[in-house]
């Protein structure tokens, strides 16, 4: 059985795949909306600075860091990008004192949204410039990540994934890579669809010997107060099912059938998708203008329909969960049981140092599903637990805010700082 007929076998299973479906086919068959949203301004508007060159190129080192761009292969065959910066602009010093971060973006974006804003208030330069030896991931997928041995991105099977593997294989492959490089414990830092990623690897204890401290921003694991309009529209109605159905393996926000898609999705819903940042995260309170530009200019990025999918199961099933395969006997033949296994975040070691930060108008990472997350914790050791709740933040402002440094990442530094 082909990948793409595994996803749709399984989607079929799940009730209203095939009114989303039909749906999508009158969506294709309308007249584009009118050319005002995001994904028409990227083709009309050249990009200010695109990462062409690689990140380390476009958005490093011309702030003065040394960087270093790394391939990592993991053990189902995806070659991940990855860059390094070792030192801040004051230099290196002592490099066996410099503790490694690892910082993984979330859904959707690459490790180049963590550097849209001057140097004095990105996060991986502030980490470099207080003495860390900084790593950036980059998830299969992403434009710097569409690499395999054997596979090809025009091909379904290279797609045919969801953040489970991003839990097996990528995360691992990282800190491996890492590890063996320095010799030393890692940091984590996460954002969105990272810190699940990490949640769950860490609760199944493969990485918690390699592992120094972590610390979650905007974290997600628990998705039922949800808030985001587009999010929730797209979850409950089955968006990512119905495009598995028509094989669309890759699910790429900016162009062809999804983007559409989008659009209509907007349209029906009576949503201004024009400002697609705030339809999906929430009111921020603290992004720059030409902050916005860039990242409109380099972001989204692809992903895996299946992964969508496997998104929008934890939406609507409320469970964190592995890849349900839409039939027990599906299941059955993957997992050997009828449903599909749950990861028990309260299993990651109750003496693992934790900072969360997650803010009051984030409709992705919402309030209350955050402090059902941070329930789960209850039992951790007390003195390893950091809580943050910045008020007026949402999503985005967690990586391109303009008072992020003096709000979040200083805190973050300081945090790391004390795990020696």
């Not at 910066?85 to 490099?95: N, Q």
Request: glycine fraction near 8%; aromatic fraction near 12%; proline fraction near 5%.
């Amino acid at each position: 059985t082909t990948p793409l007929i595994s996803i749709a076998s399984s989607v079929m299973a799940l009730s209203g795949s095939f009114v989303l479906a039909l749906l999508f086919f009158f969506a294709l068959s309308i007249n584009p909306l009118e050319a005002r949203g995001p994904f028409d301004r990227l083709a009309r508007k050249p990009p200010q600075r695109t990462a062409a060159e690689g990140i380390c190129a476009s958005s490093v080192r011309i702030f003065g860091y040394k960087c270093e761009e790394h391939d990592v292969v993991t053990q189902d065959g995806y070659i991940l990008n990855m860059q390094r910066i070792p030192e801040g602009r004051a230099g290196a010093g002592d490099m066996s004192k410099r503790q490694p971060v690892l910082i993984q973006h979330g859904i959707l974006v690459d490790g180049m949204s963590w550097l849209f804003n001057p140097a004095d208030q990105n996060l991986p330069l502030i980490l470099a410039d207080q003495g860390f030896d900084v790593w950036m991931g980059n998830t299969r997928g992403t434009r710097f990540s569409r690499r395999h041995k054997y596979l090809s991105p025009n091909q379904p099977a290279f797609w045919n994934w969801t953040w489970d593997e991003l839990v097996s294989y990528d995360l691992p492959a990282m800190f491996d890579h890492i590890h063996g490089l320095t010799g030393q414990k890692i940091h984590y830092l996460g954002h969105s669809l990272g810190t699940l990623i990490g949640f769950a690897s860490f609760s199944e204890k493969g990485l918690v010997d390699k592992l120094r401290s972590a610390a979650m921003l905007s974290p997600i694991a628990y998705l039922s107060h949800m808030t985001t309009v587009l999010g929730d529209i797209a979850a409950k109605s089955f968006l990512a099912e119905a495009t598995a159905i028509i094989g669309v393996a890759e699910f790429n926000p900016k162009s062809g059938l999804v983007g559409n898609f989008i659009k209509f999705i907007c349209h029906q819903a009576g949503i201004d998708c024009y400002d697609l940042i705030s339809v999906i995260t929430g009111k921020n309170c603290c992004l720059d203008a030409s902050t916005i530009d860039l990242f409109l200019a380099n972001e989204p990025q692809s992903t895996s329909t299946k992964n969508m999918i496997h998104l929008s199961q934890t939406v609507r099933d409320k469970v964190l969960r592995k890849y349900n395969y839409g039939s027990s006997n599906y299941n059955m033949k993957h997992y050997g049981q009828a449903l599909p296994p749950a990861y028990n975040i309260s299993a990651i070691p109750h003496d693992l140092p934790l900072f969360f930060s997650y803010g009051g108008l984030d409709c992705l990472a919402d309030v209350s599903d955050v402090r059902f997350l941070i329930d789960q914790f209850k039992f951790h050791d007390a003195d390893k637990i950091d809580v943050q709740f910045v008020k007026e933040y949402a999503h985005a402002d967690f990586i391109m805010g303009v008072t992020a440094k003096d709000v979040v990442y200083n805190q973050v530094a300081t945090f790391f700082k004390r795990q020696v």
